[in-house]
């Protein structure tokens, strides 16, 4: 879920600016999530306090890698009753599910694990059986889930959630919301790369935001574009910096929740701005489990939804992407 990065150099050039404008303004940064967190702002006084405690809220109603979560307590079939968020959670699951057939699915939880990227992470050593799959995929299907009043149906007890595609996009939501209910009406909110943006930046233009090539060699973050990013949200999806190996195999994080193997696409990256964060979140993973065509004409499908691809062909990178997709500013 964590693959587009606000690099360091501009969030400080942003920090700076800001800072010299009239009004009081705020940054607030953090860890979170098992990643960071930088959030500014211009506001009457400082929401820092307000900011982590919407966090803290997501953290307990959707992390699996919280024992006490209520997506883990769900997991292990223990009585639960379930939040509004976790509730809008599971009903935007569903929908983006089935708008991309299948190829979002947070009931994934079993095949993360035995993959090695989820709430039972560790390095494995052995490749999947194709039995062992089949028998994973069982229980993998949110079409075949459904809430009752404030209980969650499960396809079956061995059915698990892991909602950590969509998870962090709905945290930034949430704070953005915190945010906008509290009067304020400028300010960009990054959690692990996933971004909202609300009004303009201090020089009155739209904020800028940098998206990273997808270099697997290199923790830094090289520019592959910026980017203006107006009243809307961006995430970024990608296995170039999340995977591990196993019998000498590469094995990227993304899976299909159809086939239950990590995908073989030849995207590298996918970039999804939206509305709001959750759905770019979600959609930017689904666009790594499609072929690019089909991605791209998926999202074109979509109202006020955009996408950037970046492909990998003919040892080279080129970028696809949707029809009204900001590739100039």
């Given at each position: 879920?964590?693959?587009?990065?606000?690099?360091?150099?501009?969030?400080?050039?942003?920090?700076?600016?800001?800072?010299?404008?009239?009004?009081?303004?705020?940054?607030n940064s953090g860890a979170i999530w098992g990643t960071t967190y930088n959030i500014t702002y211009s506001a009457?006084?400082?929401?820092?306090?307000?900011?982590?405690?919407?966090?803290?809220?997501?953290?307990?109603?959707?992390?699996?890698?919280?024992?006490?979560?209520?997506?883990?307590?769900?997991?292990?079939?223990?009585?639960?009753?379930?939040?509004?968020?976790?509730?809008?959670?599971?009903?935007?699951?569903?929908?983006?599910?089935?708008?991309?057939?299948?190829?979002?699915?947070?009931?994934?939880?079993?095949?993360?694990?035995?993959?090695?990227?989820?709430?039972?992470?560790?390095?494995?050593?052995?490749?999947?059986?194709?039995?062992?799959?089949?028998?994973?995929?069982?229980?993998?299907?949110?079409?075949?889930?459904?809430?009752?009043?404030?209980?969650?149906?499960?396809?079956?007890?061995?059915?698990?959630f892991d909602f950590s595609s969509i998870a962090k996009g709905y945290g930034v939501d949430a704070v953005a919301?915190?945010?906008?209910?509290?009067?304020?009406?400028?300010?960009?909110?990054?959690?692990?790369?996933?971004?909202?943006?609300?009004?303009?930046?201090?020089?009155?233009?739209?904020?800028?935001?940098?998206?990273?090539?997808?270099?697997?060699?290199?923790?830094?973050?090289?520019?592959?574009?910026?980017?203006?990013?107006?009243?809307?949200?961006?995430?970024?999806?990608?296995?170039?910096?999340?995977?591990?190996?196993?019998?000498?195999?590469?094995?990227?994080?993304?899976?299909?929740?159809?086939?239950?193997?990590?995908?073989?696409?030849?995207?590298?990256?996918?970039?999804?701005?939206?509305?709001?964060?959750?759905?770019?979140?979600?959609?930017?993973?689904?666009?790594?489990?499609?072929?690019?065509?089909?991605?791209?004409?998926?999202?074109?499908?979509?109202?006020?939804?955009?996408?950037?691809?970046?492909?990998?062909?003919?040892?080279?990178?080129?970028?696809?992407?949707?029809?009204?997709?900001?590739?100039?500013?």
């Amino acid at each position: 879920m964590t693959r587009l990065y606000l690099a360091m150099p501009l969030i400080y050039s942003l920090l700076l600016t800001f800072a010299s404008c009239g009004d009081k303004n705020y940054h607030n940064s953090g860890a979170i999530w098992g990643t960071t967190y930088n959030i500014t702002y211009s506001a009457t006084h400082d929401f820092g306090d307000s900011i982590i405690s919407v966090m803290d809220d997501i953290e307990h109603e959707l992390s699996m890698f919280s024992p006490s979560s209520t997506v883990s307590l769900i997991n292990r079939n223990e009585n639960v009753e379930i939040s509004q968020d976790f509730i809008n959670v599971f009903e935007l699951s569903r929908r983006i599910s089935a708008l991309c057939d299948g190829a979002f699915d947070p009931t994934v939880g079993p095949l993360t694990n035995m993959w090695g990227f989820g709430s039972d992470k560790g390095k494995i050593d052995h490749v999947p059986t194709d039995n062992q799959i089949d028998s994973i995929l069982q229980c993998v299907g949110i079409s075949d889930c459904r809430l009752d009043g404030t209980k969650v149906l499960k396809k079956s007890a061995d059915t698990q959630f892991d909602f950590s595609s969509i998870a962090k996009g709905y945290g930034v939501d949430a704070v953005a919301a915190m945010l906008s209910r509290n009067g304020v009406s400028d300010y960009l909110v990054e959690i692990g790369g996933e971004i909202v943006a609300r009004g303009v930046n201090p020089k009155g233009k739209p904020w800028k935001i940098q998206i990273d090539a997808p270099l697997a060699d290199t923790l830094a973050h090289i520019p592959m574009l910026v980017i203006p990013l107006v009243n809307s949200a961006i995430a970024t999806s990608g296995n170039y910096r999340n995977f591990h190996t196993a019998q000498g195999r590469r094995i990227g994080h993304t899976l299909d929740p159809r086939t239950g193997y990590p995908v073989e696409t030849s995207t590298l990256s996918a970039t999804v701005i939206a509305p709001d964060c959750a759905t770019a979140d979600a959609l930017a993973t689904a666009c790594m489990v499609l072929d690019d065509s089909v991605a791209i004409n998926l999202i074109d499908s979509l109202p006020d939804i955009e996408a950037l691809l970046a492909v990998y062909s003919s040892d080279s990178i080129i970028l696809r992407h949707t029809k009204n997709f900001p590739l100039k500013h």
